[in-house]
């Protein structure tokens, strides 16, 4: 009986807080559309959005808690999440407002890092995913990691000699996004583009991040870059989708095997963000 009510009650905090912050999302996107919302969007941009990052990252790490079935994979994605609004966090406390500049700052390494562990928990869910997980997939999952760590490099060491740093920095984010989509994506088509697993939402996830930080780039590099700006919901619905993601994970899927061209998606992706580094 003491089960069942924990067990009740568990659903109910869950369902609770998705609903909560399905509002919110819509909230903060009304407002950033709408130029305000009661409040300024201002008061949205810089509050309820980090609010809203942390709240999705700990209903990640609560499915981790709380549910056996891939609990390591969810767990490192919401560590993940959790850096990435932290960042949030730290940005609106002590950045908020400032010109855009040309150094980096805590918030970026913490932006930075979420990106290894989105893929390191990726991994575990294609490895539990797939039939026959090739011994080359951590050979491609070593790469991934490694043309990471060469952009972050890259964009860290120009920040310190070249008038082009903010550039280069903000390039790394929606690169190390299509690497992510490309992964996910892959994955899913080799999966039949089933709609009732975590891929699709994780694949929404993916290409809505891709867009933001795609937009957030171009007007920076264009003078039109504004804190209010609606790419701030954008950010917000992607870390929504990856909530959805964990959440639809509550039951097993049969397993796909990957051959073929379906192997070729993260070296080809790994090349792109190689190529980058070259140029």
Do not use: K
Not at 38 to 66: E, H
Not at 116 to 128: D, Q, S, T
């Amino acid at each position: 009986d003491v089960r069942q009510l924990t067990n009740s009650a568990m659903r109910t905090v869950v369902r609770s807080t998705g609903a909560a912050l399905v509002a919110g999302n819509a909230a903060l996107a009304v407002a950033l559309l709408d130029d305000g919302l009661v409040f300024p969007a201002q008061w949205w941009a810089r509050w309820v959005y980090p609010l809203l990052s942390l709240v999705g990252a700990g209903m990640v790490l609560l499915r981790a808690g709380v549910a056996p079935r891939r609990r390591a994979a969810w767990g490192i994605v919401g560590i993940g999440l959790l850096c990435s609004a932290i960042g949030d966090v730290l940005y609106s406390l002590t950045r908020f407002g400032e010109q855009i500049g040309s150094t980096g700052s805590l918030s970026d390494a913490l932006w930075l890092t979420s990106y290894p562990a989105f893929y390191a928990g990726m991994g575990l869910l294609v490895r539990a995913s797939t039939r026959h997980f090739h011994a080359s997939m951590w050979l491609d999952g070593l790469a991934v990691a490694l043309a990471f760590a060469a952009l972050s490099a890259l964009a860290l060491g120009v920040l310190l000699t070249d008038s082009r740093a903010q550039f280069v920095l903000l390039l790394s984010y929606p690169l190390a996004d299509l690497v992510f989509t490309a992964l996910v994506v892959g994955i899913w088509a080799a999966r039949g583009w089933e709609p009732t697993g975590f891929w699709a939402p994780l694949a929404c996830a993916g290409v809505t991040n891709t867009v933001a930080d795609t937009a957030n780039l171009f007007m920076i590099a264009t003078g039109t870059f504004r804190e209010d700006s609606p790419v701030n919901s954008l950010w917000s619905a992607a870390a929504l989708f990856v909530v959805i993601a964990a959440w639809r994970d509550v039951r097993d899927l049969p397993p796909t095997r990957l051959d073929g061209g379906q192997l070729l998606v993260v070296p080809v992706a790994v090349a792109l963000m190689s190529l980058t580094v070259l140029l």
